[in-house]
C-alpha cells in the first residue's frame, strides 16, 4: 500500500486530490496538509482511516520541519512514497503594473521555495521508500505557463509564470540530483480548472481534473522522471 502527501489540501485542487487518492485501493496512507485546520473544515469533514491531516506553511522551515517529524510517525518506518508539491498561489499582475518586491517574493517562496523545502524536508522518507520498494515520487504541480517554449502563447501572468518555470527547473535538478537515491521528479500541470485560482470559467471541474491527474501520478515510472506532463498524459516541451 502506498503512502501520498498532499499540500495545499484545503480546497481546490489539492483537495480533490486528497479524495482521489482515498478512494484508490493501492493508497494505504494519505497525508494532507494545511496552513490551518480550522479553515479546512471540508477536509476535515472526511471520515476515512486513510486520512491524517497536519499543519504545514510550506515557506516557513520551522513548519516543515515540524511536519516532517509528523509524517515520519505517521508512515512508521515504511517511507514515503509519493510527494505532490501542490500548494500554490497565482498573482495576474502585468509587468508594467506598480510591482512591489514583496509580490514577487511571495510568488517564488509559495510556488518554489515551498516545493524544495518540502522536498529536501522529506528526503530521508522518500528515499526509505524507495530502499524499500524500489523508487518513490516527487510529483510537482506546475503549469503549461511555466514553460518558456509556450510562453509566447500566455502573457497573462508573467510573476506566476515565472514562478513555474523555475518549479519546472527544481524538478529537473530533483531528477538529477536525486537520481542515485531512486526517488523521480516530475512536473505535471492539471489543465485550466474551476477553482478560486482557475475562475469560473475554466473547462474542467476539479473531479475532472483530478480523476485524471490521480490515474497518471500513480502510473509514473522511471520514463517519466524529470519531465514535464500535462495531466493526461501528454508531454510538454520546457
Known amino acids: 500500500m502506498l503512502s501520498v502527501l498532499v499540500t495545499g489540501a484545503n480546497r481546490g485542487i489539492g483537495l480533490g486530490l486528497v479524495q482521489q487518492f482515498l478512494s484508490d485501493r493501492t493508497v494505504g496512507i494519505v497525508i494532507a496538509t494545511v496552513r490551518n485546520i480550522d479553515d479546512a473544515k471540508e477536509l ?9 491531516v497536519i499543519t504545514c506553511e510550506v515557506t516557513d522551515e520551522t513548519s516543515v520541519c515540524e511536519a516532517a517529524a509528523k509524517v515520519s510517525e505517521i508512515v512508521d518506518g515504511k517511507g514515503l512514497d509519493i510527494l505532490v508539491n501542490n500548494a500554490g498561489i497565482y498573482c495576474p499582475q502585468a509587468l508594467k503594473s506598480d510591482i512591489t518586491k514583496s509580490v514577487v517574493m511571495e510568488q517564488l517562496e509559495v510556488n518554489v521555495v515551498g516545493p524544495l523545502l518540502m522536498a529536501n524536508k522529506l528526503h530521508g522518507l522518500l528515499k526509505q521508500a524507495a530502499d524499500l520498494k524500489g523508487s518513490s515520487q516527487i510529483v510537482n504541480i506546475s503549469s503549461a505557463s511555466g514553460s518558456l517554449e ?4 500566455n502573457a497573462s501572468s508573467p510573476l506566476y509564470d ?4 523555475a518549479l519546472n527547473m527544481l ?3 530533483l531528477s538529477l540530483e536525486w537520481k542515485a537515491d531512486k526517488i523521480r521528479a516530475t512536473a505535471i500541470t492539471p489543465g485550466w480548472v474551476r477553482t478560486d485560482m482557475g475562475g469560473m470559467d475554466a473547462d474542467q471541474s476539479v473531479e475532472e481534473s483530478t480523476s485524471k491527474l490521480t490515474k497518471f501520478n500513480l502510473s509514473l ?3 517519466h522522471t524529470g519531465e514535464f506532463y500535462r495531466h493526461t498524459g501528454e508531454k510538454l516541451p520546457w
Open 162 to 165: 515565472m514562478s513555474k518555470a
Open 150 to 153: 509556450l510562453a509566447m502563447e
Open 221 to 223: 515510472t522511471e520514463s
Open 44 to 52: 476535515t469533514s472526511i471520515d476515512s482511516r486513510k486520512l491524517h
Open 171 to 173: 524538478t529537473r535538478k
